[in-house]
């Protein structure tokens, strides 16, 4: 995975706002998808899953828009890599790319169009490139800000006509705070909006049980209006380790589980999925540290079903897709395919 997940991430807290509070029965149809955010085509392995859990879309990570200084402008970064691998037939793609917020900070509102047109060209060009046959949506995924909303805003716009003129929909992800507080953080003018139910909890900080899903952080904003865009539904099936260092976030380490830190002359067990690392070693390539901290977190399966049986209160639109987050780590995180369909049930029932 090219972009570290805590560039997306989210310290709000705020959860289930807009849930609860509708009679509106659950959507009648859940199709179910899976987020591809790697830097090259999945294995034959990980495509299988779509079969066995009757995926027939996938939401593909094309690449990012980050600040170049050399050009003194955003540009494109961390492309999906196709050589590394074969895309498979017979699927709906949704290109998505995402935007850094300092990409944006020093994009002027007059730039921003401009901005978006070269997003589309290059969108449009990959998939060409990629031979993607069946493309009916493009996502933008940005965790804007109130110094950014307005230039996003635009730039969404922008995209949005672009698109229409190749009959493609734009839709834009929403993270929880944007969901609780639409009068501040407004509404992206997108066709449609992906909710990210993870990344809830306060990552920086140790005492922290589960940022990935916290269900306890999550239960006191239950209960608001419905959203201004019919929303679509991104869960989490992913695992990572938390790294601290001197008391601060360090980096995450993606996949990260306990089998990974069974050496005890390296790694020290200290209760609740946490360890301490006693001796210098290099885990994922990286260096750690004597001292150095590590909170291992995951979705645990049974909190994917609170959740889903929480979020069926919403009033979804029918259809309505659930994504997976992400492809290729959910066959070896605990979450096998009679799980995967299990949550899209309770969606649905």
Same mark, same amino acid.
């Given at each position: 995975?090219?972009?570290?997940?805590?560039?997306?991430?989210?310290?709000?807290?705020?959860?289930?706002?807009?849930?609860?509070?509708?009679?509106?029965?659950?959507?009648?149809?859940?199709?179910?998808?899976?987020?591809?955010?790697?830097?090259?085509?999945?294995?034959?392995?990980?495509?299988?899953?779509?079969?066995?859990?009757?995926?027939?879309?996938?939401?593909?990570?094309?690449?990012?828009?980050?600040?170049?200084?050399?050009?003194?402008?955003?540009?494109?970064?961390?492309?999906?890599?196709?050589?590394?691998?074969?895309?498979?037939?017979?699927?709906?793609?949704?290109?998505?790319?995402?935007?850094?917020?300092?990409?944006?900070?020093?994009?002027?509102?007059?730039?921003?169009?401009?901005?978006?047109?070269?997003?589309?060209?290059?969108?449009?060009?990959?998939?060409?490139?990629?031979?993607?046959?069946?493309?009916?949506?493009?996502?933008?995924?940005?965790?804007?800000?109130?110094?950014?909303?307005?230039?996003?805003?635009?730039?969404?716009?922008?995209?949005?006509?672009?698109?229409?003129?190749?009959?493609?929909?734009?839709?834009?992800?929403?993270?929880?705070?944007?969901?609780?507080?639409?009068?501040?953080?407004?509404?992206?003018?997108?066709?449609?909006?992906?909710?990210?139910?993870?990344?809830?909890?306060?990552?920086?900080?140790?005492?922290?049980?589960?940022?990935?899903?916290?269900?306890?952080?999550?239960?006191?904003?239950?209960?608001?209006?419905?959203?201004?865009?019919?929303?679509?539904?991104?869960?989490?099936?992913?695992?990572? %380790?938390?790294?601290?260092?001197?008391?601060?976030?360090?980096?995450?380490?993606? %996949?990260?589980?306990?089998?990974?830190?069974?050496?005890?002359?390296?790694?020290?067990?200290?209760?609740? /999925?946490?360890?301490?690392?006693?001796?210098?070693?290099?885990?994922?390539?990286?260096?750690?540290?004597?001292?150095?901290?590590?909170?291992?977190?995951?979705?645990?399966?049974?909190?994917?079903?609170?959740?889903?049986?929480?979020?069926?209160?919403?009033?979804?639109?029918?259809?309505?897709?659930?994504?997976?987050?992400?492809?290729?780590?959910?066959?070896?995180?605990?979450?096998?395919?009679?799980?995967? /369909?299990?949550?899209?049930?309770?969606?649905?029932?």
């Amino acid at each position: 995975m090219t972009v570290p997940v805590y560039r997306r991430y989210v310290l709000g807290l705020s959860l289930l706002a807009l849930l609860g509070c509708s009679q509106k029965p659950a959507p009648g149809i859940v199709h179910t998808a899976f987020y591809h955010w790697k830097s090259s085509p999945a294995d034959a392995r990980s495509w299988a899953v779509l079969d066995s859990v009757g995926a027939g879309r996938v939401y593909l990570r094309l690449f990012d828009i980050d600040w170049n200084e050399g050009l003194g402008a955003p540009a494109p970064v961390g492309a999906l890599d196709a050589k590394g691998g074969q895309l498979p037939e017979g699927l709906e793609w949704v290109p998505c790319v995402f935007l850094t917020n300092r990409s944006l900070m020093q994009t002027p509102i007059q730039r921003a169009g401009r901005l978006a047109e070269q997003i589309v060209e290059r969108v449009l060009a990959d998939v060409a490139r990629l031979q993607l046959e069946e493309v009916p949506e493009v996502q933008l995924d940005c965790d804007w800000t109130g110094s950014t909303q307005e230039a996003y805003f635009s730039l969404v716009a922008r995209c949005r006509e672009l698109l229409s003129a190749s009959g493609i929909r734009l839709s834009v992800t929403v993270r929880l705070h944007q969901l609780r507080y639409p009068e501040q953080a407004g509404v992206p003018p997108a066709d449609r909006g992906m909710l990210m139910f993870y990344n809830m909890g306060e990552v920086r900080s140790w005492e922290e049980p589960n940022s990935i899903l916290n269900l306890d952080a999550a239960a006191p904003y239950l209960g608001s209006g419905a959203y201004a865009l019919p929303l679509d539904l991104a869960l989490p099936v992913f695992a990572w %380790g938390v790294l601290f260092r001197d008391g601060e976030l360090a980096r995450l380490l993606h %996949g990260l589980k306990a089998d990974d830190l069974a050496d005890r002359s390296r790694f020290f067990p200290m209760g609740g /999925n946490r360890f301490e690392v006693v001796q210098g070693t290099f885990l994922q390539g990286h260096y750690l540290y004597e001292g150095d901290l590590i909170r291992l977190e995951a979705a645990a399966p049974e909190d994917l079903l609170k959740a889903a049986a929480t979020l069926r209160s919403y009033p979804w639109p029918s259809p309505v897709y659930l994504a997976f987050y992400h492809l290729g780590e959910e066959a070896s995180g605990g979450y096998p395919a009679s799980l995967l /369909n299990e949550l899209s049930g309770a969606l649905e029932e």
